[in-house]
């Protein structure tokens, strides 16, 4: 999976999808113009006086449907934009997952909830992304969706269902394919789509209400003798409402089956990729096939039916036909061409022997993509990456990884990894203190500040960065005020010791990707402004490496010389020279510029600066933590393992 491939995709997919939904538009308001045209002549009656009152109600009723439905998509997408994947958990009546609320749960039990937390914990470690907020829907079904606007601020959900029936490897597949939407964008296309949907569905809904009131009206008009008039429009608008929302529901199944089916399989293959156990997904599926089923019972499922694992909802003939899933045997065969249905889900071949089937019958499928994963490294996850996340959470002592998920710890926790790094001087941790208590304004103490960094300063370096992943949800649920506080005492504190380290651009490039909950991030760079901050960031790389002169100029040029000899910046090859002495802070404003960069030109220049980092065939501890950072400014998902 090439993760700037499927970003791009994604974004050919978001065009297509408001193109098909124009033409949708386009197709119900003529279709909504005829229904209220021939009604109109049918209960009126012919004539020309009529035809053209027939013309002017006709024309004037299309263009207010079709107003009405521009601006329901419009309400509805710019709702999902500032609530992004928590508003979806919400209407689902979703209950976040956190320390302080796991106790008021009787659905599941603590130690299936804990089951349920360290596999999206591993995973996230595995993916690079930030740790997603998990959210509880408690309903039987089997289940699960992925929401968000970008890989780095998305959210999951799982249904209480899900978390009883399946064991560990099968919720670890489904976990998987959720990770696999949230890398490959489908989680944008998804959100867009749900404002779409409604749009094209609301009209069906006033037509019903509109409808229900005429009904109720009607005995009390029934021994009156007024017929037409005013009363009869209504009667020809509700019907035409009704009918045409029915078009229009059609028109949107068939929109989500376009969109939804084939990401549906690649999610699933992905899954596989991810996790190397073509078992645990299928035998999920299955599951929910033969025995739990996968119904959700809120009243907004349907409105986010395309976004779930399997169907919320009940499906047969036509709509089954244009449903946003594959059938679940096909997903399954799919996984697993030899998996036998006549047998009960346990019966199914071992972990390890159909792993062993997999490695042996797809040798070449997975050389490729570990050939595929040293290209280009962001948004892949390896098994074996899998395995690593669950060494390092077991490295972090207990009393840290406590601290992470305490949403009153979080932020404390966050100071003592800057502080853990800086210079241990009296002057510069009072700086950091003042810095703290002057613009922080909850209070913190001071005493347990200086117990975490203590015990972040025994912790081994490796798992610094995953203690921050671990620590960025419970800095989500902040309110935005209190996240632009934290993210400038950030700053602060690593201005403190009057430089800013490698480790310390990580951290903040880190927090400010996971915040961001804009839709996208690109922007009209300047091709000067473009070409001279990648040669600055390539100038900081080769710094860092522990080269002598000679090595530092040559490693310089290879870096620049893949973005001379790269198509897309051919005509500007001009423009890219080695800049003398960078500082941290230009480092900053560069990856600021990039990260409004294009996908196709950040492929660029990551291959620019692995180039670089790889030159001498070492990669120092800097060169990773600014690799890291590299990633994260630039919105691309990097495992931190």
């Not at 439905?69 to 919400?90: C, D, E, H, M």
């Not at 990669?619 to 890291?628: A, D, G």
Request: hydrophobic letters at 40%; proline letters at 3%; glycine letters at 8%.
């Amino acid at each position: 999976m090439n993760f700037f491939e499927q970003q791009d995709k994604a974004r050919s997919k978001t065009s297509r999808l408001v193109i098909m939904f124009l033409t949708g538009i386009l197709v119900l308001g003529i279709i909504a113009f005829v229904a209220v045209y021939m009604g109109y002549i049918l209960f009126i009656g012919g004539g020309y006086n009529v035809e053209e009152e027939a013309i002017s109600v006709a024309l004037l009723f299309s263009l207010i449907f079709v107003v009405i439905l521009l601006l329901a998509t419009w309400f509805k997408i710019s709702q999902l934009r500032r609530g992004g994947g928590p508003q979806v958990a919400k209407e689902l009546g979703g209950i976040l997952l956190e320390e302080g609320n796991l106790d008021k749960i009787e659905t599941v039990s603590q130690h299936k909830i804990k089951v349920l937390m360290n596999i999206n914990k591993e995973m996230a470690l595995a993916s690079g992304v930030p740790v997603p907020n998990l959210y509880l829907i408690e309903d039987e079904g089997v289940n699960a969706f992925a929401a968000g606007y970008t890989p780095l601020n998305s959210v999951i959900g799982v249904t209480s269902g899900a978390v009883n029936a399946l064991n560990r490897e099968e919720l670890q597949g489904v976990i998987a394919h959720e990770y696999s939407h949230i890398l490959n964008g489908d989680v944008k296309i998804n959100l867009r789509f749900a404002g779409i949907l409604f749009g094209l569905t609301v009209i069906y809904f006033i037509g019903e209400f509109l409808l229900r009131i005429i009904g109720s009206g009607s005995r009390r008009r029934s021994s009156k003798k007024e017929g037409g008039g005013i009363g009869g429009v209504l009667v020809i608008i509700a019907i035409a409402c009704f009918v045409v929302g029915l078009i229009g529901r059609l028109f949107a199944n068939i929109i989500g089956s376009l969109v939804s089916k084939q990401r549906e399989f690649l999610a699933d293959a992905s899954a596989v990729q991810f996790t190397r156990n073509p078992n645990g997904i299928a035998n999920a599926l299955n599951k929910i096939r033969s025995i739990f089923g996968s119904e959700v019972t809120s009243a907004s499922s349907s409105k986010f039916s395309h976004m779930f694992f399997g169907i919320p909802a009940k499906s047969s003939g036509f709509n089954a036909l244009f449903g946003t899933h594959p059938p679940l045997t096909d997903r399954i065969k799919r996984i697993d061409p030899a998996f036998d249905f006549s047998k009960a889900y346990s019966d199914q071949k071992t972990n390890s022997d159909q792993t062993k089937k997999v490695k042996r019958d797809n040798k070449g499928f997975i050389e490729n993509v570990a050939g595929a994963i040293i290209a280009t490294q962001a948004g892949n996850v390896q098994a074996v990456n899998i395995k690593k996340a669950g060494e390092i959470l077991k490295k972090i002592p207990d009393k840290l990884l406590n601290y992470a998920s305490q949403k009153t710890e979080a932020v404390s926790l966050l100071y003592a990894l800057i502080m853990a790094g800086s210079k241990e001087t009296n002057l510069i941790g009072s700086i950091q203190k003042r810095i703290i208590s002057d613009k922080y304004e909850k209070g913190i103490s001071f005493r347990g500040l200086e117990e975490k960094t203590l015990l972040i300063k025994k912790l081994d370096l490796s798992c610094r960065l995953p203690l921050l992943n671990l620590i960025i949800p419970n800095i989500k649920q902040l309110t935005e005020k209190d996240k632009g506080l934290v993210n400038f005492c950030v700053k602060g504190l690593a201005l403190a010791d009057g430089k800013i380290s490698t480790f310390e651009i990580a951290v903040i490039q880190i927090l400010k990707s996971a915040l961001n909950d804009k839709d996208d991030n690109f922007g009209s760079n300047n091709e000067d402004s473009e070409c001279r901050s990648i040669s600055s960031v390539i100038c900081f790389i080769a710094s860092k490496g522990n080269m002598n002169e000679v090595n530092t100029k040559k490693a310089i040029e290879k870096g620049l010389s893949e973005c001379k000899n790269s198509p897309i910046f051919s005509k500007h090859s001009s423009k890219f020279a080695p800049i003398d002495q960078v500082k941290p802070e230009d480092v900053l404003k560069s990856l600021e510029t990039l990260s409004k960069s294009t996908f196709k030109k950040k492929e660029v220049c990551l291959n620019a600066f692995s180039e670089t980092i790889n030159f001498d065939k070492k990669i120092t501890t800097e060169e990773k933590e600014i690799q890291y950072a590299i990633f994260e400014a630039l919105g691309c998902p990097h495992p931190k393992i």
